[in-house]
Antibody, heavy 119, light 109 residues
Framework: EVQLVESGGGLVKPGESLRLSCTGS????????MSWVRQAPGKGLEWVGF??????????EYSASVKGRTSISRDDSKNTAYLQVNNLKIEDTALYYC??????????WGQGTLVTVSS | EIVLTQSPATLSLSPGERATVSCRAS??????VAWFQQKPGQAPRLLIY???KRATGIPARFSGSGSGTDFTLTIDSLEPEDFALYFC???????????FGGGTKIDIK
């Protein structure tokens, strides 16, 4: 079964940093682009960024709203993608989803991990 | 940035009725729209991709249509398990970005 499991969420204070992990199983992880999408309470889905495969250079793209504070990386030997968010703000409070990207978009989703930013 | 606008925000229907959800793109996205179903506490599930292609295991009562800027998700004869949130989605190649519709909640009338 194809599955994505996110971890690393929790309660953090404004200004702190957090690294989320996404571990995939049931597919050849290194062959796929991986993306992060978040959903703030009561809001719609917002794309955070994605990382290409190593074969495509492993480069990253980010949404304008998080660019400069966010970094996505991957360790294909561990079937894991990471999302690092620095200088967290109240408005970063959200459920963070990891997705596997197909050519048309986010085809497989994890259950999400909740990040709460509060003093 | 491409914006996807869904309507209506909420649809109140009875089991057995047909549901029609609209997704409008701010500029042409050819046929590259996907549809997802999401239930509380669950990961979104892919229903339709490339505008009209059903994903593996998706019942035939779910169908997608449209191209350019206007897309529709239709659910023929709603089953009890179909009452959920639905959203549309597009991946743009340049600039590279993912966008999502605001969602349509189908609830029981």
């Amino acid at each position: 079964e194809v599955q994505l499991v996110e971890s690393g969420g929790g309660l953090v204070k404004p200004g702190e940093s957090l690294r989320l992990s996404c571990t995939g199983s049931g597919f050849s992880f290194g062959d796929y682009e991986m993306s992060w999408v978040r959903q703030a309470p009561g809001k719609g889905l917002e794309w955070v960024g994605f990382i290409r495969t190593k074969a495509s250079g492993g480069t990253t793209e980010y949404s304008a709203s998080v660019k400069g504070r966010t970094s996505i990386s991957r360790d294909d030997s561990k079937n894991t993608a990471y999302l690092q968010v620095n200088n967290l703000k109240i408005e970063d409070t959200a459920l963070y989803y990891c997705t596997r990207l197909g050519w048309f978009g986010a085809e497989i989703w994890g259950q999400g991990t909740l990040v709460t930013v509060s003093s | 940035e491409i914006v996807l606008t869904q309507s209506p925000a909420t649809l109140s229907l009875s089991p057995g009725e047909r549901a029609t959800v609209s997704c409008r793109a701010s500029q042409s996205v050819t046929s590259y729209v996907a549809w997802f179903q999401q239930k509380p506490g669950q990961a979104p599930r892919l229903l339709i991709y490339d505008g009209s292609k059903r994903a593996t295991g998706i019942p035939a009562r779910f169908s997608g249509s449209g191209s350019g800027t206007d897309f529709t998700l239709t659910i023929d004869s709603l089953e009890p398990e179909d009452f959920a949130l639905y959203f549309c989605h597009h991946r743009n190649n340049w600039p590279p970005e993912l966008t999502f519709g605001g969602g349509t909640k189908i609830d029981i009338k």
